[in-house]
Structures are given as C-alpha cells and as structure tokens.
C-alpha cells in the first residue's frame, strides 16, 4: 500500500527555535500534501494544504509566516515552525493524497512528529 | 463541509462484530464517506471508503443507505488489537480529500 513518511519522528528544541519537519509519499506522487496539527486527547486539525510548485494555503487562525510550508517536489513537503514556543508543543502529521485507479482519491498519513518545545 | 456525528466511545469483547455509525445529515452529493483508524501517537491509517450501499475489504464493511445520510462501519470479529479511535469523514474524493473534516472520533475499547 501506499506509505507517507515523516522525519524525525520526535524532536525537542528550545524556545525561540526554527524546527524543520519533513513529510514524503515514498511510492507515488502526490500534488498536494496536508499538514494537521493533534493535541492530547483531541482530534486533527488542519493547519494547512501543501500544493506542489505553489503556495501553501492556510487554514484560518493558522499563522503561515509562522508555519512555512515548501513543497519542492511531488514527494517531499516540509513545514518549518519558526520561533517555536512551549504552546506550539504538539503531534504534528501529514498526508498525501493517491490518485488511484478510477479517479479514486485515497488519503494517506504519515506517522506523524511529536514536537516539544522547552 | 459536512460535519459528522459519532458516539464518543465504544466498548467491545473480543470476537464480536462492533458497528460503528455516523451522521453526516449535510452530505453532498459528490462527497465520500472514508473511515480512518488511529493509535495513540500515530497517524490515521485508512480503513475503508465508499459513496452508496455496501463496501467490503479485507478488513471491513461500510454500509450506506440510499439517503446517504449516515454510514455504519462495521468491523468483525475484533481482537484486542482493535482498541483504537475510528474518525468518519465526509467529504470530496479529489485532491482537496484532505480538507475533509476530522469529528470528535469514536474510542473503541476492545476487553478480553
């Protein structure tokens, strides 16, 4: 089946750092990526849409200079969360979404980043 | 988007059928109803997705009535291993399927 990769699967940094998370469908290509933002107990929240060659676009209330989001190629999207503070602590996943066979659009998630922010 | 309703939480012994339901009573008419699994500290893995009456794969059922405004996953047989929360979501089978809402999610606790 169809897998999506995250690295690093966990990172702690400090307060005021930049942290770069990266997101890759490792056996097939996919225009567009999501990043969604999970806190404990809580269900996912999209923060934004990762469109191949283009801008990302945010969902409201997410901070996009705060939140890059590059999508350099059909494999690979990385959100970068900038000057990261103790309430940006979270479970960070993406997804990329299969064209399969018969136009069926099947979304896959990666394992997702658990980021901690002292 | 339409927005879903599912019970919160479900318990279960091994080796019973568990029906999961979920109200989605603002359906359109091109959106699909996918449902998805999720362990703690690990992305949602898809489980299965249909548009109308019945789909079957090797790990469940999704049952859809003509008025689509509602879909039961159905899973059988569960083991311990099924303890997990199960999203429904409804929404466009394009490329904005990741648009698609997140609910509330229903946790299934499967005892021995």
Known sequence: GAVVSQHPSWVICKSGTSVKIECRSLDFQATTMFWYRQFPKQSLMLMATSNEGSKATYEQGVEKDKFLINHASLTLSTLTVTSAHPEDSSFYICSAVLVGLGLTYEQYFGPGTRLTVT | ?112
Not at chain 2, 81 to 91: F, H, P
């Open chain 2, 1 to 112: 988007l339409a927005k879903t309703t599912q019970p919160i939480s479900m318990d279960s012994y091994e080796g019973q059928e568990v029906n999961i339901t979920c109200s989605h009573n603002n359906i359109a008419t091109n959106d699909y109803i996918t449902w998805y699994q999720q362990f703690p500290s690990q992305g949602p893995r898809f489980i299965i997705q249909g548009y109308k009456t019945k789909v079957t794969n090797e790990v469940a059922s999704l049952f859809i009535p003509a008025d689509r405004k509602s879909s039961t996953l159905s899973l059988p047989r569960v083991s311990l291993s099924d303890t997990a929360v199960y999203y429904c979501l409804v929404g466009p089978s394009n490329t904005n399927a990741g648009k698609s809402t997140f609910g509330d999610g229903t946790t299934l606790t499967v005892k021995p």
